[in-house]
């Protein structure tokens, strides 16, 4: 817990590093607290992008996040693939190295999803052991984050939060709480978002990720394509207030805009937002 706690810390407002934006960074060296690199993007390649991440090491503190950890898949752990992403981690001096609360494959196919999971005993047993192992292997915290949800396990036998919670203190890992994910989950299953948040262990949380989502009509949809709508900076208003801070990484990975205004975006979150009647934190209040 404490090795936890240690690395938890504020470190500020940074963004996701991506292929179209490198050109910017190397030759402006932004004015951003840190980056967050893509982990799978960096695991099977040389030249430019290992060679930009090297310089991006180099100057700014780095945080990774996978994709392809398939945390609660029933296939075997690739020990394999966890042994390259901590290699990864100590070239890079990574902060954090985070995942999702998901599973990603069956039968060892990559279906490149986030695909959910029952929120149950025996899910819960199983993931657990899981990230015991990928601990040993890292030789450091795993962070994972808390997925975007599009429905729910008629057998769930506990809500979303209460698994995390209890997950993070039988395995003794961290959390990640994308806050952008609360609220998406909270429109398309129906929860009180803020309940969710007064019931985060804020002693295990690492970071925050931010970003917009799609409005489609019957549900959102977590795209990472836009600005945060108001109703999501409250929630992370909300979430800074519960947790006295930590650090927040701005997601923009579709209709990518320039650097300039992904930062302008991600920096919202060191200045602040009100909570305003504008901005519901309910989900009732999403659809009126």
Known sequence: MSSIQS???DLGVGVGLRTVHYGHVLAHWPAVDLFEVLTDNYLDTGGRPLHVLDRVAARYPVVMHG??????????????YVRRVKALADRTRARMVSDHVCWTGVAGRNLHDLLPLPYDEQTLAHVVARIRIVQDLLERPLFLENPSTYLAFTHSSMPEWEFLARMCDEADCGLLIDVNNVYVSSVNCGFDPV????????ERVGYFHMAGHTDVGTHLIDTHSDHALPGVWALHELATRLSGGRTTIYEWDADIPPFDVLLAEAMKARHGRPLTDSAPLRAEAVHG
């Open 195 to 202: 309940e969710y948040l007064e019931a985060v262990p804020w």
């Open 7 to 9: 690395i938890a810390t």
């Open 67 to 80: 994709v392809s950890l398939s945390i609660g898949s029933t296939d075997l752990l690739d020990r394999a």
